[in-house]
């Protein structure tokens, strides 16, 4: 079966969607990958098939409209407003991308983002059709399967109500998008009634451990929760000497970095961190990936990396401090070592409220009220809690146990015949 993985976003949602590709390879289908232009690398080097959606990821996240919906998503209403300009200006690209990709498949597995656009193209094309996410978007009753619940550790109906408030309005988001694609389709607008009916026919994959995202009850015969999509870490992998000669020296460092979030302040948040470490007398090894600044001098106690396979570092570490992407997260919940999110937007206040719910790292606290005392704080905990420690190392061993792309390729094939 000819298979295309549409992987839009930045690296950390295409690399579980590679994970699943491999998988789905190695079961004798004929996959293909579309991501942006600057990600093809890493597709092919895992010798996949790559497409491509002709925009730079990584630049287009740095870009003013996309700074600003990082920077000031705080709560879920301006976020969504920022999400939506977002996706509106990406919408034609994410269109004239699928557009060429699904003449050439058969079937069709999408991420969030595609999600909506995807779905009108195989219900048109008559393709095969299966929703890949790496966070909780159906609605339920669980607290802990709810990316804003009312009630996070309970089941309850108010939960479920809320959650199909957020997917009216995660439709009106996304809906862009599909517009464009069934205007090159010459298919009718969307409506969310047709939408709703299309969307409880399609089966949905979440790449995310079960003991992260327990599978409620009412997601039976809509979901399946399969464990993370996890790509290793290079068996030829070497370190650069500096960075091997810092994680061999006693006590191991801290891990701190936030992905692919961009920030216009990377002065103050660099003084932060500094005074943080100095507070606590620890060291750190820090990837930002800020592309407009660099820090003229690094403190000994400080090393700097551009890349590192997460796999690899998070088990050298005594934690991990971040933005709270699912990849990250379930990277270091394998390196079985604790964790603290500093939340920027979308899923990742629900990865530092799970997080901190399951005894493996403190409170999480947002961007916009980090503070050096805070960070300093945290890092302490994240040092001194023995509790926290143990508790990491033991759900560590729970989710390297886990097989989450044989369990997806299984579950794929079951669906598909």
Not at 116 to 125: F, G, M, P, R
Not at 234 to 244: A, G, S
Not at 336 to 353: E, L, N, S
């Amino acid at each position: 079966m000819r298979i295309s993985l549409l992987a839009w976003g930045t690296r950390g949602d295409v690399e579980p969607f590679v994970a699943l590709g491999q998988g789905l390879q190695r079961a004798g289908h004929d996959v293909s990958i579309a991501a942006s232009t600057d990600l093809a690398r890493l597709v092919t080097d895992r010798g996949l098939t790559y497409q491509p959606f002709f925009i730079d990821m990584a630049a287009a996240f740095n870009a003013d409209t996309s700074r600003e919906w990082v920077e000031h998503s705080i709560g879920p209403h301006r976020e969504g407003r920022h999400l939506n300009r977002v996706m509106s200006e990406m919408a034609p690209v994410a269109a004239e991308g699928l557009e060429r990709i699904v003449g050439n498949a058969d079937a069709l597995i999408s991420g969030m983002l595609t999600y909506e656009s995807a779905l009108s193209a195989a219900t048109h094309l008559g393709l095969k059709h299966i929703r890949g996410l790496m966070a909780p978007m159906t609605p339920t009753a669980s607290g802990r399967a709810l990316l804003y619940p009312p009630l996070s550790r309970r089941e309850s109906r108010i939960n479920l109500y809320a959650s199909l408030l957020f997917e009216a309005a995660l439709f009106q988001l996304v809906k862009p998008g599909g517009d464009v694609i069934r205007a090159r389709l010459d298919v009718p607008r969307g409506t969310y009634r047709g939408y709703l009916q299309m969307s409880r026919a399609t089966p949905t994959l979440v790449g995310v451990s079960p003991q992260v995202i327990p599978q409620p009850d009412d997601w039976r015969g809509l979901v399946d929760v399969t464990g993370y999509w996890h790509v290793p870490a290079p068996d030829d992998y070497i370190p650069p000497e500096r960075l091997r000669t810092f994680l061999e020296t006693s006590p191991a460092p801290f891990y701190i970095g936030f992905g692919s979030m961009p920030s216009s302040r990377p002065q103050e948040l660099w003084a932060m961190l500094c005074r943080a470490l100095d507070d606590t007398g620890e060291r750190a090894v820090v990837r930002f990936r800020w592309r407009d600044w660099q820090p003229h001098e690094v403190p000994d106690n400080i090393c700097v990396i551009d890349e590192a396979p997460f796999d690899w570092l998070f088990p050298r570490t005594a934690g991990v401090v971040h933005h709270g992407g699912s990849g990250t997260t379930g990277t270091a919940l394998r390196a079985g070592v604790p964790q603290w999110i500093v939340p920027h937007m979308a899923d990742q206040p629900y990865f530092g409220r799970r997080v901190q719910q399951l005894g493996v790292g403190p409170a999480p606290v947002h961007l916009h009220k980090l503070t050096a005392a805070k960070l300093a704080h945290a890092l302490r905990t994240l040092r001194q809690n023995a509790v926290m420690q143990r508790r990491a190392r033991v759900l560590g061993e729970q989710v390297r146990a886990e097989d989450g792309v044989s369990r997806a390729v299984d579950v794929v094939e079951r669906m598909w015949g």
